[in-house]
């Protein structure tokens, strides 16, 4: 058969699958995350029906799909509020980070896997899927209420802790001494700090330049842009999912809105192929052995999330219900949880890194929705009975 039809059989095939298992989720009203990871299993080596052809193809989207799921999320912010809620909340942030990769950090180093592969496990178990949790607080109108800043704040402060805990991590990978790490975290840094200032100082010619009465140009033009961007910060130690996200943050107002609205669909067409993509490197056969760690490390981390969440919203004078819908919308994990994964896998860490990321975010990106829809009302009920 031609090259060409297979690659289109096999695509076609993937696409199909993802709507009917989107379709699916939409109709139980879970995340369809767990469903894509599922769907990669069953597409990947030791699935049901491995690719052959379109593997290489399907790399590159799952890169775009990265790109985009920060871009629209930095579309969420602008500059001003970033630097508002990270004062604001610096404390609670640094709890998160150490409550919730503590545990990652801890299995990996008692199971003999080594320091790399405990930074690695670390992040995995630190990241919050923003894209999951901003899915609940929409679907359950929770935007309006008063502990919602302190989930977005915290979800802002572990995005921007990926600016440099990515470059960290990918000097260890890379096998680079310490001075070449301390370099790479320096220019991340500095990276950072560059895109910040000019999308304060100077975001309104950067909006100009990209603003257009036409739907096609502005979607071209805020696509390109945060391409061009994120392929500058890859080849300068940066992740290029935090390029893109910075470039949403220089964006803001009504502009940011319409871009949004354009790269909505991109955005989730991408983002399932990147889910599916992750679970293509991972053998099925390989989950069964840490099905019992990830569960352990799963209710670890519900808890810490939890814990976390009630802090905050506590620090910032949110009643019992809100402390308790705060952990709850921390719980999920996802997108950047895989990233870190892959990395690590891609760089040979440790074979079973990569199952038990997937088990693990297939836990928590399928329970972290649930909870919020059938074990929030319950906690609401429990706190609103006790004295606050």
Not at 29 to 44: D, K, M, Q, T, W
């Amino acid at each position: 058969m031609h090259h060409t039809a297979i690659v289109f059989l096999e695509l076609g095939a993937i696409v199909l699958a993802l709507g009917v298992l989107g379709a699916l989720a939409l109709r139980f009203g879970i995340s369809p995350i767990p469903l894509y990871l599922v769907a990669g299993l069953a597409f990947g080596e030791g699935g049901l029906v491995p690719l052959e052809t379109s593997e290489s193809f399907v790399a590159i989207v799952a890169e775009i799909g990265v790109v985009l799921l920060l871009l629209t999320l930095g579309l969420e912010y602008n500059a001003n509020e970033l630097v508002t809620s990270l004062r604001g909340n610096a404390l609670a942030g640094v709890v998160d980070l150490v409550a919730n990769a503590a545990p990652g950090v801890i299995a990996a180093l008692l199971l003999g896997w080594g320091p790399v592969a405990a930074v690695a496990l670390g992040g995995v178990t630190y990241m919050t899927s923003s894209g999951i949790t901003a899915k609940v607080l929409s679907d359950l109108g929770w935007i309006g209420n008063r502990e919602t800043p302190v989930v977005l704040s915290l979800l802002v402060f572990e995005d921007l802790t990926m600016a440099v805990y990515l470059p960290v991590l990918t000097a260890l990978l890379a096998g680079v001494g310490v001075l070449s790490g301390a370099v790479s975290v320096g220019i991340a840094l500095l990276t950072v700090t560059v895109v910040l200032v000019v999308s304060l100082k100077f975001g309104r010619f950067i909006e100009a330049f990209v603003s257009s009465p036409s739907a096609e140009v502005l979607l071209l033009k805020v696509l390109g842009l945060a391409l061009l961007v994120a392929g500058i910060a890859q080849q300068l130690q940066v992740s290029a999912a935090v390029g893109a996200f910075l470039v949403g943050i220089a964006l803001s107002g009504e502009l940011a809105h319409e871009a949004r609205a354009l790269l909505a669909p991109l955005r989730d067409l991408f983002a399932a192929v990147f889910f599916v993509f992750f679970g293509l490197q991972t053998d099925p056969s390989k989950i069964p052995p840490v099905v019992g760690l990830a569960v352990l490390l799963a209710v670890i981390g519900m808890a810490t999330k939890l814990a976390t969440g009630a802090f905050a919203a506590r620090r910032a004078g949110v009643a019992r219900a809100g402390r308790a819908r705060a952990g709850i919308g921390l719980i999920p994990r996802g997108e950047f949880n895989i990233v870190i994964a892959g990395l690590a896998v891609a760089a040979g860490v440790h074979p079973d890194l990569g199952p038990l990321a997937a088990t693990y975010v297939l836990i928590l990106a399928a329970f972290g929705p649930l909870a919020a829809r059938l074990v929030e009302p319950l906690l609401t009920r429990l706190v609103r009975s006790s004295p606050s």
